[in-house]
Every structure is written in structure tokens, then in C-alpha cells.
């Protein structure tokens, strides 16, 4: 038996291989490099109405489809959220918009890594698993950093890429981490000092300090939290042994999985999508969680465009029909999205130099 992805190993203790405990696949699907989990965007519509805005034309202003708002385990583009949060930020007239989303969530955001964290035996493995594998799971673009210095300690975060402005992002990525360590070290903990960037500071400075109880500073480079170091090496207020092990187990076998890339995953929803004519680029981006024109874009950069790979599984699917299968012409144009059959003929003469009828004799 193949166990893919596994939790607790006793083969130590027993005479067989087998696993205690296994799946035959990940329970996750895993962002691409440039995508950020939606559900970041968890309460979203709720803080917006409250400031009197409508959140369903503001994600469809930055081509985030709002339908993704009720979906699990689904991945939105890191450049138009980072530029939704500012815009919120400023529409809305609210300079702490991120700190304030951030304020109506917690650190479950980032969902199986904040349980691992949580259940680590210390707090110094929690942020040590935070950094390993908040980018398997959550975003790409997430770079965190531990420094421990001999009294005084930082957690860092930036980003891989270059967002511009990304002021409100970072205030919620903020609140988040702050959360997360609360969750580690007790409700009580409050930190030494933050760092937030130079334009956060002089538009809100004084605004973030009460909120979050910590003297602040400006940075121009990385944000931070700066704790004791003496705090590192305390136990986790929620250690949980087994639970730690079994999602570490998983989560290091996520890591090494083999990602679909962007043209596989356009392929699979182009191959899967045949089956029910849901095969327009519309579809495919929201499924990718990416605009149809960013969609476009990054497959232009593979010298590809949608059409072609839809007309090669049409194409594909059209030769098999034909061969295999007694139905009529009408009915494989049907299956294959065409709404009437001379479009299909047409089609597929120019893909062949054949009609579907002259294909279907030969062969």
C-alpha cells in the first residue's frame, strides 16, 4: 500500500511496515508563488459594510470574484488584494483598515500551521514551524525570520516580491502574528516593541500603539515583534504532543510535494471542465483565484494562450469521440461546448484538414 501523506509512524514498534496512521492524498490544495489564502479575506464583508462601503464592488473592482468568499481551501492573487486593502484603507477613510480586519479575526487565519504552532512544545518550536511552513500553505511570498538576540528577540516578516504600497496588509499581518504569539505565550503577552514601515508610522503611529498596547517604531526594513528572548524556551500554554506530531508529519510531506504548476492546473480544470461546458477562462481564473487577465498574462508568458489549450482538449476529446463512440456529430459538438455543429465543422476542418464525417470514415 502507497501512503502518501502520513502522521504517526509505529513501525518502530512493531514487526510490520505498516503506517499507525496515513492518507492516500494531501487535504490541502497549495497556493502558487504569487497567491495568498482567501481566506485572509475572512470577516471582509463585514468590516466594509460597517464603513459604510460594498464589499462585493470592491472585490470586483480589483477581479476578485466574490463567490470565493464562501469557498474552502481557495487562493486569491497576492498584487490585487494587497491593492483592494489599500484602496479599502483610503475609500473608506479608515488608516488602519488591515490592523482593524486583522482586529475581527484571529490567528486561525492561517489555519493547520496556527494548530501546529499552538500545539508545539515550546514557543520558540512554534515560531520555528510558523516559519517553515506558513509558506507551504498559506502564501509563497511569506518570508519569516527569527533573530534572537541575548535579551531582546524579533520575528520578521516581509515579502518576495515588490506589492508598492502595502501598508494595510502588513498592519493585519501584524495583528495576526501578534495573535499567533498570544496564542503561544498567554493571553497576556505583550511585546517589547514593533516595527511598522516609515508611511505606516507617520500616517497612523500613534493610532497603532493604542491599539495594539507596544511602543512603535519606523522601520524601512522588515516589520517586527520584539518579545524577551527569555520567553523563547517556555512552554507553549497549548502543547499537545500528538496533535503536534501528526500535523508536523503531514505538513513536512506537504512541503515536498510536487506543486502542479499554473499549465497543469489549466489543463486539469480544461479536461474536467469539457464535462460539463464550464470551460471559459472566466471560469478557469476564478478557480485559480486569479483574474482572467493575469490569467492570460502569465500563460502569454509560456508562449500560450487559453484558446489554444482549450482547442487541443477539444480537439483530443473530439478524435476520441469519433472513433470510439457511435454518437452523432451534433451531440460531440454538444459535449464539447459548441453551441451549434457547423461552428464545430469548422473547427475542427481547420485543426485537421477533415470534416468530422471525412475523420470518422478513415479512421
Not at 21 to 29: A, E, G, I, N, T
Not at 331 to 336: Q, S
Request: net charge neutral; hydrophobic share 35%.
Amino acid at each position: 500500500m502507497t501512503n502518501s501523506y502520513t502522521g504517526i509512524n509505529t513501525s518502530e514498534q512493531s514487526t510490520t511496515p505498516d503506517f499507525f496512521y496515513s492518507l492516500d492524498r494531501p487535504l490541502h490544495s497549495l497556493p502558487d508563488r504569487s497567491q495568498v489564502s482567501a481566506v485572509n479575506l475572512y470577516r471582509f464583508p463585514e468590516l466594509v459594510s460597517r464603513l459604510g462601503g460594498n464589499y462585493r464592488e470592491i472585490l470586483e473592482r480589483h477581479s476578485i470574484n466574490p463567490e470565493i468568499l464562501t469557498t474552502d481551501n481557495r487562493f486569491i492573487d497576492c498584487q490585487p488584494f494587497v491593492d483592494m486593502l489599500e484602496y479599502c484603507s483610503s475609500r473608506l477613510n479608515d488608516p488602519l483598515f488591515g490592523l482593524h480586519l486583522a482586529s475581527i479575526q484571529d490567528a486561525e487565519i492561517y489555519g493547520c500551521v496556527s494548530v501546529l504552532s499552538k500545539s508545539a512544545p515550546t514557543v520558540h518550536q512554534g515560531l520555528v514551524d510558523l516559519i517553515e511552513f506558513l509558506p507551504v500553505v498559506h502564501s509563497p511570498e511569506s518570508v519569516l525570520e527569527l533573530v534572537e538576540g541575548v535579551s531582546t528577540s524579533e520575528l520578521r516578516w516581509t515579502e518576495h516580491s515588490d506589492f508598492g504600497l502595502n501598508d494595510q496588509a502588513d498592519g493585519q499581518g501584524l495583528l495576526l502574528n501578534l495573535n499567533l504569539l498570544r496564542s503561544l505565550a498567554g493571553k497576556d503577552f505583550v511585546p517589547d516593541y514593533v516595527n511598522v514601515s516609515v508611511s505606516s508610522y507617520q500616517k497612523a503611529g500613534n493610532d497603532i500603539e493604542k491599539a495594539i498596547a507596544c511602543p512603535v517604531r519606523a522601520s524601512r526594513e522588515r516589520s517586527c515583534i520584539a518579545f524577551p528572548t527569555a520567553l523563547l524556551y517556555q512552554p507553549s500554554i497549548n502543547t499537545n504532543n500528538p496533535l503536534y506530531h501528526l500535523l508536523k508529519g503531514y505538513l513536512e510531506r506537504l512541503k515536498h510535494c510536487k506543486k502542479p504548476g499554473l499549465l497543469n492546473k489549466v489543463n486539469e480544470f480544461i479536461s474536467a471542465g469539457l464535462l460539463c461546458n464550464e470551460v471559459t477562462i472566466d471560469a478557469c481564473a476564478n478557480q485559480l483565484g486569479l483574474s482572467p487577465r493575469i490569467l492570460q498574462m502569465r500563460l502569454k508568458s509560456m508562449n500560450v494562450t487559453y484558446s489554444d489549450l482549450l482547442a487541443r482538449h477539444r480537439l483530443q476529446r473530439a478524435k476520441s469521440k469519433l472513433r470510439h463512440s457511435d454518437l452523432s456529430i451534433a451531440e460531440i459538438a454538444d459535449l464539447l461546448g459548441y453551441a451549434e455543429r457547423t461552428s464545430f465543422g469548422r473547427a475542427f476542418k481547420q485543426w485537421t484538414g477533415l470534416t468530422p464525417q471525412q475523420f470518422r470514415k478513415q479512421h
